[in-house]
């Protein structure tokens, strides 16, 4: 199976050729410009050192300051960290904010860590990296095994050597400068595209079935989202497996009960299935949204579902997507589906360098206009060019970086 680097490798080359992109160019836009690798060594509790290995993948900065994430996960390692540096940078240009990509991380388990070892790990990465980050240059934000209390603890770090900068990481919390609706941010950009989607398709929420796989951060927000537009949701799971309703799950009551019990075992409104059972559900629109790489090869032919929403990262391996290809079932891929928390991550750093704050209203409607904006564009190329969804939004990402790239020069 393809590693998310390889497959965007691949994805890049398909829009590439089709674009008769010079091979000189393909090496500029494919190469990252910093690639980042350090220790990060720290003072346990019980006063042993241990040392970590930190990575920072600045990709590309051709249209802007880099943006990405930092994840803290012991699987993290040089390739995956590169491979999804390259992946922003298609997303922030996809979305058409100013912003080039990147992406970082330190190779940990999280569950080993006291909270005051997290945050001496996080403090001493800064040391690290400062220099090599901030609001002009590369601006980090929450990722797996992050969150928003470990940017809060980076900018704190961070100003200590370069003075009040808040903008030097966004997904902080709302208190210290984060901006309102960034929580829900990705899950709401999934669900205005998938309506989207929808009336492009001349169908609406209230006729359409909807199963989602993933009910953590964007799962929730997507589900309760498309349930204020009235669409009826069928199918809906978590890490532990999931619950089917044909009628309809009551998805307020879902999401009580999924917080309240921290899952959705024994949720009384339908009737229980595994993960892969919801994958096969005959529906209309299929949104996964927790793992990657859930849609193969051994399971893409037996897939009912009309239309496929790619919120999580790379659900979709590349053997399926050209099996849905060949079956005629439009995939709207993730480069743009869950582009939403860069979207109103870009928000939050705009606020902090104007030192105005947006109120959630304004968040909510400039979000929408970003995303339907997008994915109007991303529409047409596929129609002009007769190309799929993914091909269409890679050829606008790599036309937008690669013009960005000749008009400044090397």
């Known amino acids: 199976m393809k590693s998310a680097f390889e497959a965007a490798q691949q994805y890049f080359e398909e829009a590439a050729s089709i674009m008769g992109l010079s091979d000189s160019m393909k090496d500029l836009l494919v190469t990252p410009e910093r690639e980042i690798k350090v220790q990060v060594p720290?003072?346990?509790?019980?006063?042993?050192?241990?040392?970590?290995?930190?990575?920072?993948?600045?990709?590309?900065?051709?249209?802007?300051?880099m943006k990405g994430g930092l994840r803290y996960h012991h699987e993290v390692n040089a390739d995956e960290v590169l491979g999804l540096a390259s992946l922003m940078t298609w997303k922030t240009a996809v979305v058409d904010i100013p912003y080039g990509g990147a992406k970082g991380g330190i190779s940990v388990d999280v569950r080993d860590l006291s909270v005051d070892e997290l945050e001496r790990l996080t403090r001493r990465f800064v040391d690290e990296i400062h220099d090599l980050f901030g609001p002009d240059k590369d601006i980090p934000a929450p990722d797996m095994g992050t969150s928003s209390q470990t940017m809060a603890w980076i900018m704190n770090q961070y100003q200590k050597f370069h003075g009040f900068a808040p903008a030097c990481v966004t997904g902080k919390p709302v208190d210290l400068y984060g901006a309102e609706g960034r929580e829900e941010a990705t899950g709401r950009g999934v669900s205005n595209l998938t309506l989207a989607f929808l009336r492009r398709l001349n169908r609406t929420a209230?006729?359409?079935?909807?199963?989602?796989?993933?009910?953590?951060?964007?799962?929730?927000?997507?589900?309760?989202?498309?349930?204020?537009?009235g669409a009826r949701i069928i199918a809906i799971s978590d890490v532990n497996g999931g619950i089917l309703n044909p009628a309809g799950i009551d998805i307020p009551a879902a999401l009580e009960y999924s917080a309240t019990k921290k899952t959705l075992t024994g949720f009384p409104g339908g009737t229980p299935i595994s993960n892969a059972e919801l994958l096969l559900l005959e529906t209309d629109v299929l949104i996964p949204a927790a793992l990657g790489n859930v849609l193969t090869a051994d399971n893409a032919h037996d897939v009912r579902a009309k239309f496929i929403v790619e919120a999580a990262n790379g659900p979709v391996t590349p053997e399926a997507d050209a099996i849905f290809r060949q079956r005629e079932i439009p995939v709207l891929p993730d480069i743009l589906a869950n582009a939403g928390g860069v979207t109103v991550s870009y928000f939050e750093w705009v606020q902090n360098q104007q030192y105005f704050r947006w109120d959630l209203s304004r968040v909510r409607e400039e979000l929408e206009k970003y995303m339907t904006r997008s994915f109007n564009r991303i529409w047409t190329i596929a129609v002009e060019k007769k190309v799929p969804l993914r091909t269409a939004a890679y050829l606008l990402a790599i036309g937008r970086v690669a013009r960005a790239t000749e008009l400044g020069g090397v």
């Not at 019980?46 to 920072?56: D, K, L, P, S, V």
């Not at 079935?209 to 537009?229: D, K, M, P, R």
Request: glycine share 12%; with cysteine; aromatic share 10%.
């Open 206 to 229: 209230e006729t359409s079935t909807f199963a989602i796989q993933g009910f953590g951060n964007v799962g929730t927000y997507t589900a309760s989202c498309l349930h204020q537009a």
């Open 42 to 65: 720290i003072r346990r509790d019980n006063g042993q050192i241990a040392t970590y290995i930190g990575y920072r993948m600045q990709h590309n900065s051709a249209r802007g300051p």
